[in-house]
């Protein structure tokens, strides 16, 4: 929206020159009073965007065992709401030579000129956009359409979200059974006139840049409907903030029931905007999440279909099973991606993925994500705070993946948002902007700020029996032994002291310069970081929400604060 600033009127000399000046100040007055007026009554929702429908009544789609280490999802919901869980998607990496990634914090061997920019918000600066997008590794963030940042254009304290996502007696009580069916929303926006949601992803579209993402992988769930729309309203968004940020279409086969002609005539359409992802060759990128649900030969259809269009496909299958689907799939594929798992000890597999993608001639797209926690499906895997953040991140860089994915964007219903929400603020996109600085410039960012983030549950493990909601969650097979911790994660210029309040429970020691994650045990309250170099504070933060012993709803999510937002 632009800046309505009023225009001061300039004092006029002479009678003449005041009674103008008089009758303009009231036409002026006349005006401001009619836009006031306009303003204070955002237009009407279009019809296209109505009310999200109720969730998906399918029976749950629980962990198998038996998988291999990729994570896998749910059925998506029904249109309107949200998927029970969003797929990835990948696009073919231009080559590059592989060397063997420094440890965190690390030099690398060659490093190369990051021309910064101001961040007052991160511990180091970003470099700018034109030197981020020269490198040959691009950063997506999976975008799932049915979480925008506002369903009705209403005030926070009373929209869907509030009246119907966050309660336990929300859209007629159907999410009792598990306490609601999200812990946390998008960050509030205020409601606004005109194409109040074109607006809206435009402001996404511009914070997922701003933090260093190439582009959103946008998760396509149905061919017509709100879902579709708000597909094709991303792309307009995309080409009005940036139109280098690209939007790489990935149909969802756990969601759509279709034919490889229907599919490949709508990839088509959306195809043609120019916000849609292409190589550098030209071909359009299409990455189906579980794309072993259909057969190669069916994937060859779309492909032929595509061309019909006159459009060169290239195919960057994301699977729950990579293994078992790598080589009947290499023939119609230029890269391949897995959705990967989402606890920090579930990793070690990632070298060999990697290794084999490369081995068949393809590019890897890894997965990079924070944590998955699931109210509605009774299951959440155990992050360790940020570790699985920074233990996904870390495999990426040494592990010498091409692309990486971020998944999600804005998935609340499993709890793996990156995009700044109410619980977390900008936390996991900030540390992530690190990293992902040192993915695409293969030089890790110097430290120019102190900075010390703050991650903990808000309620212990445990404390699920005083949860007033039958279904529980709890821990996925595989996923590592829960833990009830506070961690302290510094950024720093060089080393300092850190005192820590947990609770009333004091902890002190000496923190490394770089990046450094210090846990301790959770206890009842708030918790409290403060770090001081030679007798001055140079950073302090306090969790905003307190532990509670006896929680009335089961929140097994990772709550975070930063110390410069």
């Known amino acids: 929206m632009g800046d309505h600033s009023k225009r001061r009127v300039q004092p006029s000399r002479g009678r003449k020159h005041a009674v103008l000046g008089a009758l303009l100040g ?40 038996t998988a291999p280490p990729t994570w896998p999802r749910t059925p998506a919901p029904t249109e309107g709401e949200p998927a029970r869980n969003p797929q990835p998607t990948a696009t073919a990496p231009p080559t590059r030579p592989r060397t063997p ?87 509030p926006v205020q409601p ?40 094709d309203l991303l792309l307009r968004a995309a080409q009005r903030v940036d139109p280098e940020f690209r939007i790489v279409l990935m149909p969802d086969m756990t969601s759509l029931a279709t034919n490889p002609r229907a599919l490949a005539d709508q990839l088509a359409l959306l195809g043609a905007s120019p916000s849609a992802y292409r190589l550098t060759d030209g071909r359009l990128a299409v990455s189906p999440f579980k794309a072993e649900a259909q057969s190669p030969a069916w994937w060859s259809q779309v492909i032929d279909r595509l061309r019909d269009h006159g459009i060169g496909t290239a195919l960057v299958p994301v699977f729950l099973d990579f293994r078992a ?153 595989g996923t590592a032994p829960p833990r009830d911790q506070v961690e302290v994660l510094t950024f720093l210029t060089a080393p300092a002291n850190v005192t820590a309040r947990v609770g009333t429970v004091p902890h002190a020691y000496v923190a490394p310069a770089g990046p450094y994650a210090r846990a301790m045990a959770l206890s009842p309250g708030r918790t409290e970081a403060v770090v001081n170099r030679e007798g001055r504070t140079v950073a302090s933060v306090t969790t905003r929400h307190p532990v509670q012993p006896t929680p009335r709803v089961q929140d097994l999510q990772y709550y975070a604060v930063s110390s410069r937002r």
């Open 26 to 65: 009231l036409l002026l007055i006349g005006l401001a009073a009619v836009y006031a007026g306009l303003s204070s009554h955002p237009q009407p929702l279009p019809s296209h965007a109505a009310r999200p429908s109720t969730p998906a009544t399918e029976p749950t789609q629980l962990w198998e065992p």
């Open 192 to 231: 606004s006139s005109g194409d109040w949601q074109l607006a809206n992803l435009e402001k996404e579209v511009r914070t997922a840049r701003d933090a260093g993402i190439d582009g959103f992988t946008v998760d396509i769930l149905s061919l017509t409907g709100t879902n579709r729309e708000r597909v």
């Open 101 to 187: 990634a420094p440890t965190e914090g690390e030099p690398a061997r060659n490093p190369q000129p990051a021309a910064g920019q101001p961040s007052p918000a991160l511990p180091f600066d970003l470099p700018t956009a034109n030197v981020l997008r020269r490198s040959p590794h691009q950063v997506f963030a999976h975008y799932f359409p049915p979480y925008p940042l506002s369903f009705e254009n209403e005030p926070a304290a009373h929209d869907y979200y509030a009246r119907n996502y966050l309660t336990p007696h929300g859209e007629k009580g159907k999410h009792a059974a598990y306490g609601g069916l999200l812990r946390d929303r998008p960050l």
């Open 325 to 477: 689907n790598a080589e009947r799939f290499a023939p119609i594929s230029d890269a391949f991606s897995s959705w990967g798992n989402r606890s920090y000890v579930q990793q070690d597999g990632v070298p060999d993925d990697i290794r084999l993608a490369h081995s068949l001639g393809k590019k890897w797209m890894q997965a990079v994500s924070v944590q998955d926690v699931r109210p509605n499906q009774g299951v959440y895997d155990e992050a360790g705070n940020t570790a699985t953040l920074r233990s996904t991140w870390n495999h990426a860089i040494s592990g010498g993946a091409d692309w990486v994915q971020l998944t999600t964007w804005n998935d609340y219903s499993e709890g793996s948002q990156f995009a700044p929400s109410l619980h977390n603020g900008h936390t996991y996109l900030d540390i992530s902007s690190y990293y992902l600085t040192r993915f695409k410039t293969g030089t890790w960012p110097r430290i120019v700020r102190d900075t010390v983030y703050v991650t903990s549950r808000v309620q212990f493990t445990s404390a699920a029996s005083t949860a007033q909601h039958p279904l529980l969650m709890r821990p996925r097979p």
